[in-house]
Antibody, heavy 119, light 107 residues
Framework: EMQLVESGGALVQPGRSLRLTCAAS????????MYWVRQSPGGGLEWVAG????????DYSDSVKGRFIISRDNAKNSLYLQMNSLRPEDTALYYC????????????WGRGTTVTVSS | IVLTQSPATLSLSPGERATLSCRAN??????LAWYQQQPGQAPRLLIY???YRATGIPARFSGSGSGTDFTLTISSLEPEDFAVYYC??????????FGGGTKVDIK
């Protein structure tokens, strides 16, 4: 069974950093692009970042560009999101999602990890 | 690319037909997916590339459209279909965009 498990969410003060991890199992992780998607309390889905299977194609939403870094370690079946200079508006449930291949779409999702940015 | 979903809320009864709209502010070919999100759960992929059902998705879900106007149709609502639905474009992959969502609730 394909599975994604996020971890690393916490309560953190504005301006601080946090690193999220997504552990993948049940599929060849290194063959697929991956994404981070977030959902603020009571809000809709917001795409945060995406990374190709060999990390040569990466992009971010304008709201996090320059502050967040997506990366992956295919040998460890893991996806990461380094979150710097956190703001209260970054408070959300953060999901990692697997790409289905071609054509792209998010076909497997984790349950999410909660990030709260507050003083 | 901005995706606008309408209506924001759709109130229907089980057995009725649901028609959800997603409009892009520029041509995105057929590069549109639809997701369903139940309360307290992660989203689930329903449709990719406008009209292709994902694995295990019932035939009552169908998608159509191209260019800027897209539709998700649920032919006959089952109790488990009352949820929030999001569209998402991949025209600018790996940069993606979601619409604001349509909530389908019980009338």
């Amino acid at each position: 069974e394909m599975q994604l498990v996020e971890s690393g969410g916490a309560l953190v003060q504005p301006g601080r950093s946090l690193r999220l991890t997504c552990a993948a199992s049940g599929f060849n992780f290194g063959d697929y692009a991956m994404y981070w998607v977030r959902q603020s309390p009571g809000g809709g889905l917001e795409w945060v970042a995406g990374i190709s299977w060999k990390s040569d194609n990466i992009d971010y939403s304008d709201s996090v560009k320059g502050r967040f870094i997506i990366s992956r370690d295919n040998a460890k079946n893991s996806l990461y999101l380094q979150m710097n200079s956190l703001r209260p508006e970054d408070t959300a449930l953060y999901y990692c999602a697997k790409d289905r291949g071609y054509p792209p779409a998010m076909d497997v999702w984790g349950r999410g990890t909660t990030v709260t940015v507050s003083s | 690319i901005v995706l606008t979903q309408s209506p924001a809320t759709l109130s229907l009864s089980p057995g009725e037909r649901a028609t959800l709209s997603c409009r892009a502010n520029q041509n995105i070919n057929n590069y549109l997916a639809w997701y369903q999100q139940q309360p307290g759960q992660a989203p689930r992929l329903l449709i990719y590339d406008a009209s292709y059902r994902a694995t295990g998705i019932p035939a009552r879900f169908s998608g159509s459209g191209s260019g800027t106007d897209f539709t998700l149709t649920i032919s006959s609502l089952e109790p488990e279909d009352f949820a929030v639905y999001y569209c998402q474009q991949r025209h600018t992959w790996p940069s993606l965009t979601f619409g604001g969502g349509t909530k389908v609730d019980i009338k």
